[in-house]
């Protein structure tokens, strides 16, 4: 999260994320529109979506689907952008050449957004950010709803400076989307976490949040480094672990022994791999954001006063606390 927002944070309270549980998102490529319905009148939103690069985004644009349902009150047109800004831009003038609403934007990368921002501000149509933010002027934007990706990297990097900062390590790092918040963020964070710790990064390269990117990129680092010459890979989620897992059992070599692996997202897949120790540790960014999304949507549209910026706390997981939660895990 950019520094800016953090003397507006509005802490999210627990009850608003009581949200339903995801299912696998079978039409995040296309666009699409929901029947209308529930009382009063209908909220046309478009919504931009990102793709569908992980397990983390599928849970997410269900859970945005779920909210913005026609038995809430709302008319979803979706889309999703299969992680190409030029396309995601296309589909926001779409969204204000349609005269929906209310637009919501989860932006690839932070910057490019201010053309389109100003475009849909003069059409008089309110724009919520959700998970990801933008280096556009704040005021082009009525509120900004996710996760404090910075901190999510400080408390990566202060387990990893706990357990590993009194040994020389050699640590390849798999970073999200280049340009993107989340990639951003949670690399700074880290960084200044294992600060004059004897961790060392040797190489950092990007595997665009999906396990492909994360098991080639991985790959690499093998080739390169050697099995012996890597001991820790900071993944900037899941899905990019979990490819990493791949690889290095290709290699001949056990993941979470002979080389530790810290991820964040905490989705399903990502704990079980915890539990199973072929992750050491993981930082929670909880995907369930429709509620807020929709209640600050609501809002806009009638006129209320909506807080600028809101987030939800993450946990972190290291193996025992994983084997407690995976059983009711939603996501």
Request: charged content about 20%.
């Amino acid at each position: 999260m950019k520094k800016r927002f953090l003397s507006t944070i509005a802490i999210a309270g627990a009850a608003a994320m009581a949200l339903t549980a995801c299912s696998s998102d079978s039409d995040a490529g296309s666009s699409d529109a929901a029947d209308g319905g529930g009382g009063g009148d209908v909220i046309t939103v478009g919504f931009a979506q990102t793709g569908s690069e992980s397990g983390w985004r599928s849970a997410n644009t269900e859970s945005m689907k779920t909210a913005f349902s026609s038995e809430n009150g709302f008319e979803l047109v979706f889309n999703a952008a299969d992680n190409d800004t030029a396309a995601q831009i296309a589909a926001v003038r779409s969204f204000i050449n349609q005269g929906v609403d209310a637009i919501v934007i989860a932006p690839i990368v932070e910057d490019g957004w201010d053309d389109v921002l100003q475009e849909a501000s003069d059409a008089g149509i309110p724009v919520i950010l959700e998970d990801r933010t933008v280096s556009a002027s704040e005021d082009l934007y009525a509120a900004w709803i996710g996760l404090d990706f910075e901190q999510e990297g400080v408390t990566a990097g202060e387990w990893a400076a706990a357990e590993f900062g009194d040994t020389e390590t050699n640590m390849v790092v798999l970073e999200g989307t280049t340009g993107s918040a989340p990639a951003n963020d949670r690399a700074t964070g880290f960084d200044s976490a294992i600060e004059g710790t004897m961790i060392t990064k040797i190489d950092s390269q990007t595997g665009d949040f999906t396990r492909d990117g994360g098991k080639s990129v991985m790959e690499g680092f093998i080739q390169n480094y050697g099995v012996d010459g890597i001991d820790l890979v900071y993944a900037h989620n899941d899905d990019m672990a979990l490819g990493a897992i791949e690889a290095i059992e290709a290699a001949g070599a056990v993941p979470g022994e002979d080389i530790k692996i810290i991820s964040i997202d905490a989705v399903h897949d990502g704990m079980q791999a915890l539990v199973d120790g072929k992750i050491n540790y993981i930082v929670e960014c909880n995907p369930l954001l429709g509620d807020l999304v929709a209640a600050a949507v609501t809002g806009v549209v009638n006129g209320e006063d909506v807080e600028a910026v809101q987030y939800v706390e993450d946990l972190a997981f290291d193996q025992a606390a994983a084997e407690e939660a995976l059983p009711d895990r939603k996501y």
